[in-house]
Nanobody, 129 residues
Framework: QVQLAESGGGSVQSGGSLKLSCQIS???????????MAWFRQAPEKGREGVVA???????IYADSVKGRFTISHDSAKNIVYLEMNGLRPEDTAMYYC????????????????????WGQGTLVTVSS
């Protein structure tokens, strides 16, 4: 169906930057059915939370906690979604997951994890103070 592979995580100091990538692969029919791609994160002992999402029409939705610091972009030709993170804070430390939706779930909120069917394995971001 659809496979997602994240990369780009690492350890940085507070105020630093990282750029995550999510490579999309799989059956073209399923990929064509994707309307939204999103990044979620999960800190230790916390639930998974939506960070940012992007639709195929370019609409972007950001969580308040990352507005002005994080930027999502989508290279449709390469089937890659990027998450550029600037001004990182210790509270941004988490495993970051890429997610994609499919038909039948478009009515869910963009940062609702129930909207998304396809998930990557995650990439770890650690921010030290």
């Amino acid at each position: 169906q659809v496979q997602l592979a994240e990369s780009g995580g690492g350890s940085v100091q507070s105020g630093g930057s990282l750029k995550l990538s999510c490579q999309i692969s799989g059956n073209s029919g399923y990929i064509d059915g994707i309307y939204s791609m999103a990044w979620f994160r999960q800190a230790p002992e916390k639930g998974r939370e939506g960070v940012v999402a992007v639709d195929t029409d370019g609409t972007k939705i950001y969580a308040d906690s990352v507005k002005g610091r994080f930027t999502i972009s989508h290279d449709s030709a390469k089937n890659i979604v990027y998450l550029e993170m600037n001004g990182l804070r210790p509270e941004d430390t988490a495993m970051y997951y890429c997610a994609a939706d499919k038909p039948g779930y478009y009515d869910r909120h963009h940062l609702d994890l129930e909207r998304y069917t396809y998930w990557g394995q995650g990439t770890l971001v650690t921010v030290s103070s």
